[in-house]
Structures are given as structure tokens and as C-alpha cells.
């Protein structure tokens, strides 16, 4: 293996070029297949890894690609990445829309994993975050027109925590609740059988990674509310509140308005389609989250 | 060695020892390969689980874990180090190859053997000469360069392409496309150069070569007098260059035993010999000089 310490100039000559040839040829190969372990980590958004799975730059160093978690997911849920799938060739992942996650007690995809691809410390299959579940479309939603499907909700393992249906107002026929499911990210775990289960042609409810589904508060920024209900009471002073004189014309009525001065909220007469005293308790677009 | 001329290779040897005789070790080999992935078939196919997952690691009958020490290795320079199933695994696959000869690995287990056998013999009975040349220490530095890759990129790097596992992964759980990956080094090898995945570009058996470095279990020429030089062992070798110094060897000193780490101890060089010059045996028993006591006469005739 050890090339012949070279003795002459020639030799050494030679023992360069065929060095140089070396690390130039394999050097090639080594860039190509680096750009392409650097495309490889972006998942598709709708490709989900096993519970406990490590974020994905970790996850593609972990994995031995074995295949231990998919024989031992009792589902069939989980497969092995094929060269022309999207995922990197031969990683298990699985799509909700096909088989979801049935998220199993004893988690026996991580007990099989010989890595720490998967994290054994997961033991409570209820914190794991596959995905985040987002009801992506508004427009298709069922229960957004108005009806009363709800299978995302029903079918929730994690039902009334990682799934609600949250009552507001119909505007559109003015008398009726819509009942919209909504997503509470501390509880969804992301087994995706909301997505297999919606209705509709295509999902209006969709798992995704976390990174795609949430928004992320400024670190500075506090909630008012919360952090009254931590101190026990309102941390400003609200007897100093100024209220700056509202700039509408004279004589304006605004629905549904909150004039902190007197502390009543304007009536939703003058809408369309809404006699007065028939008003919703709530205005629109205020969640009926107790 | 004109063409018209050209017999095959181990003509001479299936004459003298017959078909089955000329082909023991080669039998045996492929008994090794189809029954080892026939094991691995036997859960998905049959629903019998008595291994499970693939070369990379397997659990067999819920009690010995095996891992691949090369891909666990790349995992582990990623800074991810394996659980404790998977760390014995390569313990014991470690052991085991450093007993028998790593490229064993190669010749007795790996699914891709069969494919570039196939395609060496191909090559041989249509004939084909002329090879791109490429140095046999080219897969030592893809081997190298996997490694740091595997650190820079943090992925198993070669586990991207590999088409050792390419193969066993797509025969187990649903091949796809990867077939084309298994085509493309059959014509490769076929074509462009001979043995030149297995022989020149493939880092997994450049690791088993390494692992293999210090290995007892050897093939050995002990009745290298009786060479004819009819070159047919060194025909049919994935790795000839690692015979010339055990069988040409007595004249500058060089014992029997073939210790280039090369060697995938296969055991073709028996099967074709007429002479029956070689055998399996441990490399402590190399005495310098074999046979007769021609001494120093180089390989007189």
C-alpha cells in the first residue's frame, strides 16, 4: 500500500504527479457527492421521519440506513427511502396521506434503532414531534364553509388537547358557528392521521416539519395577558391609560368598536344582513378558546 | 496467449479434477452469498424472522446484533456514536473479520461479488481486452475521502451512493431504481475496466482490506514448485498482484502464504489450478522455502 520511499528525483517526481492524480480524481468525486449529502438534507415537507427522530442534519449522520425501525413498525407504516424518492436513499420515513403514525405505547421503531437516530430517552410517545399538524386551507376546509365535518378532530389521538374546534361566528349567514379545528402545537405530535383522514380530495390539514409550520415569537416580545395572569395583576398601571381621541368623522358608528373610555363595545348595527340586538357576543374574528 | 489459442480459464483443471472439483470454492462461495441473503428474504418474503435488516445491521433470532464497522465508522466521525446493540455488532463483525481475512467480507457475503463475477466472466468469454487503467490504491483514498466527508458534510457520505447497500437494502426492502446503480457497475466492469469496482474503486472492500491486514486465515501456495505457469490463477484473480510474490516468491525469500490484504480469500486460485498449488492456511506457517530444496535457483524449470 505505502508507494516505495522515493529515491530520485524522477521517482519523487513521479510519486507527486500520481499523488496530485489521486487527490484530484477522488477530491472530484468527494465534491460532487458533498454538494449532494448538502441537497440531501432537504426533506420534503410532506416526507415524515419515526418518532424521536433526530432534526434532520443530525438525523442523515446518525442512520445507518439498517431498516430496523421499518421491520418492527407493527403499521407497515414506515419505509426505506428508494434511490428515486425524494427523501436520501435509504432513510425510513413515512407520508401521512398513505399510513399515518399510530403511535404505538411502547414506541418499538426506537427500541429497534441500534443508533441514536432515533432517541431512546423518547419513551412517552404523546411528546413526539413527527411533524406539525397545520390546517393549511381555509377555502376547502369543510368546517370553514360553515359544516360540520370535524373528522380531523375526532380522529386525533391527542383529541380536545392537540386538535380543537374553536366556535366563531358565521359571518357569511350572519346566525350560525363555524367550529374550526385548530392545532395546538405543544400537544401535536404529528402521526399525521388527521391528514390521512380529511375528507377531501386533496388535505386541507397537512403535517409539516416544525421549522415550516410555526412562527416564532421576537425573544423580547410579552404577552400582555399572560404575563398578568404570572403577576396576578395587570402590569401597567390602566388608571393611567391615556386613550387618544379616535380619528373617525364626527358622528361615525363602528361596529363592533371598543371605546375603552367608556367601556362598552359599539353595537353591530348598520352591518348588513344584522338586525339590531340579533349581534354575536363576539366579534368576529375572536376565537372562543376559554 | 493468441486468441485462437486461448482456452478458458481453468480448462486444464476441470480435465484433471473434474467440473465439481474445479469449481469447490466457487460453489461454496455462492452457497455463502444466496444463503446469507436467503436469510435475510426468509422475514419479508416467507414471513420467517430470523434476521432482520440489512448489511448495515442486522439482529438475528432477537440475540446477535451485527454492524457494518465501515458505515458505523462514517457515523461516527458525523459525531454520532452508535447504541449499545449496534456498538457490540461491530465488535463481533470487527473480530470476525480480523480472523478471516476482511476481504472474506467481499468473496463470501457481499451481494455486488456476484455481479462483478459475472461481469469478469462475461468479459472473459466475450474476449474483451484492453482496460482503462486506474491504480489499485485508488479505493484506499475514496476511502479516506468518505471518512472526511462524512465529517465535513455530517451524513454517512457514502452510504449516499453505495451500491453494496444499494443492492442489499433494494433486494430486501423494494429495490426501485437502484438497479441501475447494479447495471452500471456490471457494464463498468464489464466494458471499461476490468475488475474495477471491486479491485480498484470500492471503499468498502478498501476498508476490509485494511481490516484484514493482519489476518491468520490465508491462502497459501505451499506446492508452488509444481507451477506450470499455465496463469490461470492469475487470470481468474480479482487481485492478481497479490499472488506473484507468495508463488514467485521462493528465489528473493518470500514464504507461500499470500499476505497481501488484498486477497479476498475466494479460493478460485485453488479451483483452477491442475496442480492443486494452493490452500487455505494460516499465514504462521510460512516457511521460506517450499518443497524441493531447489534454493536459489529463481523458479528453475
Known amino acids: ?290 | 496467449m493468441s486468441a485462437a489459442k486461448h482456452k478458458r480459464i481453468g480448462a486444464e483443471a476441470v480435465e484433471v479434477k473434474g467440473w465439481l472439483g474445479a469449481h469447490k470454492w466457487l460453489i461454496l462461495r455462492r452457497i455463502s452469498q444466496f444463503s446469507i441473503l436467503a436469510l435475510f428474504l426468509a422475514g419479508p418474503w416467507f414471513g420467517q424472522w430470523i434476521v432482520k435488516g440489512n448489511l448495515a445491521y442486522s439482529y438475528t433470532l432477537g440475540v446477535l446484533p451485527l454492524t457494518d464497522p465501515y458505515v458505523a465508522l462514517q457515523s461516527m466521525v458525523t459525531g454520532h456514536l452508535p447504541e449499545t446493540l449496534g456498538l457490540i455488532g461491530m465488535a463481533i463483525v470487527l473480530a470476525f473479520y480480523l480472523l478471516v481475512g476482511g476481504r472474506v467480507y467481499c468473496s463470501w457475503v457481499c451481494p455486488v461479488n456476484i455481479v462483478t463475477d459475472a461481469a469478469g466472466w462475461l468479459r472473459d468469454r466475450l474476449g474483451i481486452k484492453g482496460s482503462a487503467h486506474l491504480g489499485r490504491n485508488t479505493r484506499y483514498w475514496i476511502l479516506g475521502m468518505t471518512f472526511v466527508g462524512s465529517a465535513i458534510t455530517g451524513v454517512v457520505l457514502w452510504e449516499l451512493i453505495n451500491p453494496v447497500s444499494m443492492l442489499h437494502r433494494g433486494l430486501i426492502f423494494g429495490i426501485g431504481t437502484a438497479w441501475t446503480v447494479i447495471l452500471s457497475v456490471f457494464l463498468f466492469d464489464l466494458f471499461v475496466m476490468s475488475r474495477g469496482w471491486c479491485g480498484r474503486l470500492c471503499p468498502v472492500g478498501a476498508f476490509y482490506s485494511l481490516l484484514g491486514r493482519w489476518s491468520p486465515v490465508r491462502i497459501s501456495a505451499p506446492k508452488r514448485s509444481a507451477c506450470n505457469d499455465c496463469m490461470d490463477c492469475f487470470e481468474v484473480c480479482p487481485e492478481p498482484h497479490v499472488i506473484r510474490p507468495a508463488l514467485k516468491g521462493e528465489g528473493k525469500g518470500i514464504g507461500p502464504v499470500i499476505l497481501g490484504p488484498n486477497c479476498t480469500n475466494c479460493g478460485r486460485c485453488i479451483d483452477v489450478c491442475s496442480k492443486d498449488v494452493f490452500t487455505f492456511g494460516l499465514r504462521f506457517n510460512n516457511p521460506v522455502s517450499t518443497g524441493q530444496p531447489a534454493v536459489a535457483q529463481p523458479e528453475a524449470k
Open chain 1, 1 to 290: 500500500m505505502k508507494p516505495n520511499t522515493p529515491k530520485t528525483g524522477a521517482a519523487r517526481r513521479q510519486f507527486i504527479f500520481d499523488s496530485a492524480k489521486m487527490v484530484c480524481g477522488v477530491g472530484m468525486l468527494g465534491l460532487g457527492l458533498g454538494l449532494y449529502a448538502k441537497q440531501s438534507k432537504a426533506l420534503p415537507a410532506l416526507a415524515l421521519r419515526p418518532p424521536g427522530a433526530l432534526p434532520e442534519d443530525d438525523f442523515l449522520g446518525a442512520c445507518i440506513r439498517c431498516g430496523m425501525c421499518v421491520r418492527d413498525c407493527p403499521y407497515n407504516t414506515l419505509a426505506l427511502a428508494k434511490p428515486e424518492a425524494p427523501v436520501t436513499t435509504g432513510t425510513p420515513y413515512f407520508t401521512a396521506r398513505n399510513i399515518p403514525c399510530e403511535m404505538c405505547e411502547d414506541i418499538p421503531c426506537i427500541k429497534a434503532c441500534p443508533t441514536k437516530a432515533l432517541d431512546h430517552s423518547l419513551t412517552d410517545i404523546n411528546k413526539a414531534k413527527m411533524g406539525l399538524a397545520v390546517l393549511i386551507d381555509h377555502e376547502t376546509c369543510l368546517n370553514f364553509l360553515g359544516l360540520r365535518c370535524d373528522v380531523c378532530y375526532r380522529v386525533c389521538p391527542v383529541i380536545d388537547k392537540a386538535i380543537t374546534l374553536d366556535m366563531v361566528p358565521n359571518t357569511r349567514t350572519g346566525r350560525h358557528a363555524m367550529f374550526l379545528p385548530t392545532v395546538h402545537y405543544e400537544h401535536c405530535t404529528g402521526c399525521g392521521k388527521c391528514e390521512k383522514s380529511c375528507v377531501l380530495e386533496e388535505a386541507a390539514i397537512r403535517v409539516l416539519p416544525p421549522k415550516l409550520a410555526q412562527g416564532v415569537l421576537g425573544k423580547h416580545y410579552r404577552v400582555g395577558w399572560d404575563e398578568k395572569a404570572k403577576a396576578g395583576h395587570s402590569l401597567i398601571d390602566e388608571s393611567k391609560m391615556l386613550d387618544l381621541p379616535d380619528r373617525i368623522p364626527e358622528g361615525a358608528v363602528l361596529p363592533g368598536h371598543y371605546d375603552p373610555a367608556s367601556g362598552h363595545t359599539e353595537s353591530m348595527r348598520g352591518m348588513p344582513g344584522i338586525e339590531a340586538g340579533a349581534i354575536p357576543s363576539q366579534p368576529p374574528g375572536l376565537g372562543g378558546k376559554p
